[in-house]
């Protein structure tokens, strides 16, 4: 079971991609909604208003309780944001928002993106952010003109950009081996 946080943002298009692949998907509005979840999704949208949300819903704490337990997080764009040092602190990674540009700065990358295996990865950028800083557990797997926009640590999987908008589903397919790992583990 894989939770989607549908509080904003791309949602939507991460629930139907993970379905397309077979995993079994929840929307994640409430701390109740965390509960029984083998992984979890942040996706894209507007950090600020996410922030708002999970403040709003008394999610925050729940949030970090939940990966501080080894459940794989996979966040995206503003879902990195998230996962950061100065908002939900689960990532030791600080990110630098809009990082690229405004709105009409977003565009498309073709990325190698390390583990993925295979061709490489088109990107989508939208206002997005890189990581400006990160700790030794942090592990990078891309850069974009030398700044960092993919990253992993333990079983926490962050990208800045939008996966859910393409066709390419490996991303969301390292993800779920990520859960599948864990279920292992567990």
Known sequence: MIGVLALQ????????????LGARVREVRVPADLEGLDGLVLP???STTMTLGIEREGLAEPLRALASRGTP???????LIMLDREHLGIMDVETRRNAFGRQV?????????????????????IRAPWISAYGERVEILAYIDGHAIAARQDAL???????ELGTDTRLHERF???VDAAGVRA
Do not use: I
């Not at 943002?9 to 397309?20: C, D, I, N, P, Y």
């Not at 700065?105 to 950028?125: C, H, I, K, N, T």
């Open 9 to 20: 943002g791309g949602f939507a298009a991460h629930s139907r991609m993970l379905r397309a």
């Open 44 to 46: 894209g949208g507007e």
């Open 73 to 79: 997080v996979l966040g995206t764009c503003a879902g």
């Open 105 to 125: 700065r977003s565009f498309e990358a073709d990325l190698e993106l390390d583990g993925l295996g295979g061709p490489p990865l088109r990107a989508v950028f």
């Open 157 to 163: 999987l962050a990208v800045a950009f939008h996966p």
């Open 176 to 178: 779920l081996a990520l």
